[in-house]
Every structure is written in structure tokens, then in C-alpha cells.
């Protein structure tokens, strides 16, 4: 069965310093991987993806994540943290053989940025 | 573009009273499914669609029936609302394997 863990329930960072949310997933053939930001009260906006290619993957607001192969890793990190970045994070798997390609979630990381 | 679309933002129900959930998108997509969000467990997958006619059950899908009449609309219904239902239900939509979903702005729903 295809999982994502995310290890940590919450990251606290001093704003400018760099972030790093982790992420590990576990599936049978090749990865199509996720990370979403969820503000307070609001849906699920998409940040990045990984579906092929470059390891390093580039997305909105200055995220980008690492898929590493190896280590069955997919963590997202931003060079300079903003307060504004404060939300729950999530990583996600496509459950390519079982839900026709719904995603399968992790339990997410609340990211706190602090002034 | 309104994106996907969802109805009632907020709903409390008494223990077994019945609602429907509405979810609408106008991007043409296919694939379109409902999650529940609880506390310290993520997003779980509660029924989904791969188009108009065709639905299938998700991970917890007891207590919710969905259908899917045209590729805009995809209601997800409870039959008797419990207590264990009250959660924030999500609707999303997607055109294939390798796009990203797009969410609604959720449904907080508390059954008392």
C-alpha cells in the first residue's frame, strides 16, 4: 500500500532563516509527489509537484522540494522564511493503482514562523 | 473562473438528520473526489468519480452516498448524520494522473 509520513507535527523557524519540511513516502513503482499549504480556514492550494526529471523541483511563493530516490524522501524548504508562511503543510502521494490516482496524505506539519 | 465550488461553508446537523454537500467546478475536469479532515489524521478520501455515471468508495466511506449526473456537480450526502461525522469536508477536482487537484474552501460541519 502506497503511504506518506510526515515526521514532524510542527516546525518552528525565526523569520529569514531557511525552513525544511520533511516528508518520506513509501510506494510500489514511481512516485508522483505533492506538497500543499492550507491557511487558516481556507481549501488546499497546490505548492509543487514531482512527476519527472529534475530532482530539484521549483514552486509558488519561493518553495521548492528535493525528491530523493534513495532515501524514498520529498522535502519541501525555502531559503528565507516569512511569518506569512506560517500554515499546515501538506505532502501528498498519487495512489496510482488503487483510487485511480487520488492522493494519499500525510497527517501534516504545522509551520510556525516566528518575527 | 470560479475553480471548484463548494455549499454550505458551515452546516450543524442534529444525530440522525440527512444534508447533501454541494461541490461544483467549471474547469471540465474528469476526476473529481471528497476528503474528510480531522484533526492530527490529514486529509482521507471519502468516495470519488472519473467522470459523469461512474463513483467509487475511498478509504471512509460509510454513512455518505455521492452520485455524479454531469461532469460539474459531484453532491456528497450523508444519510444519518453521527457525531463521528463532524469534520471539515473537502471537494477537489483534477483533469489526470499527473496534474494537481484543485480544492474547494471546505465544509465545517458539526453534528450534535
Known amino acids: 500500500a502506497q503511504s506518506v509520513a510526515q515526521p514532524e507535527d510542527q516546525v518552528n523557524v525565526a523569520e529569514g532563516n531557511p525552513l525544511t519540511v520533511k516528508c518520506t513516502y513509501s510506494?510500489?513503482?514511481?512516485?508522483?509527489l505533492f506538497w500543499y499549504v492550507q491557511y487558516p480556514n481556507r481549501g488546499l492550494q497546490f505548492l509543487l509537484k514531482?512527476?519527472?526529471?529534475?530532482?530539484l523541483v521549483k514552486g509558488s511563493y519561493g518553495f521548492e522540494a528535493e525528491f530523493n530516490k534513495s532515501q524514498t524522501s520529498f522535502h519541501l524548504k525555502k531559503p528565507s522564511a516569512l511569518v506569512s508562511d506560517s500554515a499546515l503543510y501538506f505532502c501528498?502521494?498519487?495512489?496510482?493503482?488503487?483510487?485511480?490516482?487520488?492522493?494519499?496524505f500525510g497527517k501534516g506539519t504545522k509551520l510556525s514562523v516566528k518575527p | 473562473n470560479a475553480g471548484v465550488t463548494q455549499t454550505p461553508k458551515f452546516q450543524v446537523l442534529k444525530t440522525g438528520q440527512s444534508m447533501t454537500l454541494q461541490c461544483a467546478q467549471d474547469?471540465?475536469?474528469?476526476?473529481m473526489s471528497w476528503y474528510r479532515q480531522d484533526p492530527g489524521m490529514g486529509l482521507r478520501l471519502i468516495h470519488y468519480?472519473?467522470?459523469?455515471?461512474?463513483?467509487d468508495q475511498g478509504e471512509v466511506p460509510n454513512g455518505y452516498n455521492v452520485s455524479r449526473s454531469t461532469t460539474e456537480d459531484f453532491p456528497l450526502r450523508l444519510l444519518s448524520a453521527a457525531p463521528s461525522q463532524t469534520s471539515v469536508y473537502f471537494c477537489?477536482?483534477?483533469?489526470?494522473?499527473?496534474?494537481?487537484?484543485?480544492f474547494g474552501q471546505g465544509t465545517r460541519l458539526t453534528v450534535v
Open positions: 514531482y512527476i519527472t526529471g529534475d530532482n
Open positions: 468519480s472519473v467522470g459523469a455515471g461512474i463513483t
Open positions: 501528498a502521494v498519487r495512489d496510482i493503482g488503487g483510487s485511480q490516482g487520488n492522493l494519499i
Open positions: 474547469m471540465n475536469h474528469e476526476y
Open positions: 510506494v510500489s513503482g514511481n512516485p508522483y
Open positions: 477537489a477536482s483534477r483533469w489526470g494522473v499527473e496534474t494537481e487537484a484543485f
